[in-house]
């Protein structure tokens, strides 16, 4: 919770990446508070009633997703709006405002974002969504400690300055309201 709301003021992107990891952990406890508790928010090193907050907002998360149907797969509604709004922010960059530095980006991290588009099962994604999911993919292959080969690498890192450089202009926007 601490760290969620603290990413999400301050970076969206890595908020929604963070985001994700917590659903996958959520699945990987089948959804069991107790095994939160333990694994999780035994962790933080704070006071009993942000030690309470913390229990109450994972225990929310769970709800949203039994309610939502996400126990399996998929990602919260809360987290698509964010994606459709960082995807309307990027067609904004792109087609109206026509900011060079990030259309610049864009061209170097397009045809990586059209690797990987065809390479995703789901056709459906946006443009963000899929450069979410491919950074999201590589966090994991690094925290299983797997060989993320050069050229993937690279990839990842022209997708990832697009998405910095998309998260800094939706702070910006935030905090112009």
């Given at each position: 919770?601490?760290?969620?709301?603290?990413?999400?003021?301050?970076?969206?992107?890595e908020y929604v990446l963070y985001m994700w990891q917590i659903e996958d952990i959520?699945?990987?406890?089948?959804?069991?508070?107790?095994?939160?508790?333990k694994l999780v928010i035994s962790q933080y090193n704070v006071e009993a009633d942000t030690q309470l907050a913390i229990r109450d907002w994972y225990i929310d998360l769970i709800s949203k997703m039994k309610d939502q149907g996400k126990v399996n797969k998929g990602h919260l509604f809360e987290i698509h709006e964010v994606i459709h709004e960082l995807n309307f922010l990027?067609?904004?960059?792109?087609?109206?405002?026509?900011d060079k530095q990030y259309n610049?980006?864009?061209?170097?991290?397009?045809?990586?974002i059209n690797l990987l588009r065809k390479k995703s099962p789901e056709t459906a994604m946006n443009i963000i969504e899929t450069c979410l999911n491919g950074v999201?993919?590589?966090?994991?292959l690094r925290l299983k400690?797997?060989?993320i080969t050069p050229d993937t690498q690279a990839a990842v890192e022209s997708i990832s300055r697009l998405l910095a450089l998309l998260?800094?202009?939706?702070?910006q926007i935030k905090n112009e309201q």
């Open positions: 919770m601490l760290i969620a709301l603290v990413k999400k003021e301050e970076n969206i992107v959520l699945r990987a406890n089948n959804m069991e508070i107790s095994s939160i508790e990027h067609n904004t960059l792109l087609n109206l405002t026509k610049a980006l864009y061209e170097e991290a397009e045809p990586n999201y993919g590589v966090l994991i400690k797997q060989a998260a800094l202009n939706y702070k």
